[in-house]
């Protein structure tokens, strides 16, 4: 409540200073007692007034915010809204919200993760509700440089997940796997599955998503290693469907198809797609099948056979970490820079264990 004009006059007279003023008080010819009684109370109730009035609206800076039974308004926008993994995310930050309590989880997102321009609106709708802060996977590096700016200058601090962004915005943190490590060990797993030789496939995602660009270059880097690898196709991109990837690999086969000993896939939707042309071209088991990221049909595969290996993510924690240190940050507390969520990797030998089990088939938000 501001303070009115009456209050701020009060303000200048110091309060709970009782002044006890003696006067010689008359009535008629006859002298009465002497009293400090009614000016002591005047100054009491004085100095009550002055505490009873408000001063100014209230501290509205970040630290202040969720206190008073106000809960904080976290958007999550992910690259999309389709693939599980999304939802495994997106049930991670609800998990972080509920421990909070003072927290609602606004999610949104585009349908498609190709979808730039509807990620970029649903990050300034978010900045013109004002909610108390975002939590955003870029599904272009460069192209939400902008939006993210926009946000932060209106006093919304931002927590990047999953895939990076550009430099510039000084963000709270990055929460996600490290992406080049997690390519560098799809490059030894697929080594082991070849014996350490025989041509490769590296087939890639989409320009500008930057977790796969990481996950490509962690892999060529690492291949490098094994002199009797050759990587005979690198420069091609699956799209962000399964149809476009088998389309894709549909084509690559046609080419390499005869003496291709293995094929890495930096993502579900990939992957998918890719399993789908192996297996229709008959060298499903053949050409070793490296994943990033599982589905239903690759988990089957790693069972069958048919796909040798999943390097896995732990979307549940990137979605829980992401939104607690971005509460922290609107509660005044320092963000490490980085927030590893680790990598982890899935083989015919291992799908069992348990700490596997639960990364294979995550929780997925209702």
Known sequence: MNSTPFCRILSLIPPLILIPVELNMKHSSRNCKTSTYPFFLF??????????CGGGSGDSSQASKGSAGKKLKIAVIPKGTSHEFWKSVHFGAQKAAKELGNVEIIWRGPVLESDTGSQIEVVKSMISMQVD??????????GLVDSVQEAIDENIPVVIFDSGLDSGPKI???????????????????????????????????????????????????IKKYPNIKVVSSDQFG???????????????????????????????????????????????????????????????????????????????????????????????????????GEYFASPGNFDAEEIKQLLKPPLAE
């Open 172 to 222: 709270v943190s990055y929460v996600a796997t490290d992406n080049f490590k997690g390519g560098q060990m799809a490059a030894d797993e697929m080594a082991k599955a070849i014996g350490e030789k025989g041509n490769v496939i590296l087939l890639r995602y989409l320009a500008g998503s930057e977790s796969t660009e990481q996950r490509e270059v962690g892999f060529l880097d690492a």
């Open 133 to 142: 802060g975002i939590v955003l996977a870029p599904n272009q590096k460069g």
């Open 43 to 52: 100054f009491a109730m004085l100095s009550v007034s002055i505490l009873g």
């Open 239 to 341: 799209g962000d469907n399964a149809t476009s990837a088998k389309e894709k690999v549909d084509q690559l086969l046609q080419i390499h198809g005869k003496d291709l000993a293995g094929i890495f896939s930096v993502c579900e939707s990939n992957a998918n797609g890719t399993l789908e042309a192996l297996r229709n071209a008959g060298i499903d088991k053949q050409a070793k099948l490296i994943a990033f990221d599982p589905s239903d049909a690759l988990i089957e595969a790693l069972k069958s056979g048919s796909c040798a290996g999943l390097v896995l993510q732990d979307p549940v924690k990137m979605g829980y970490e992401s939104v607690k240190v971005l509460a922290a940050a609107i509660g005044g507390q320092k963000s490490e820079p980085f927030v590893s969520t």
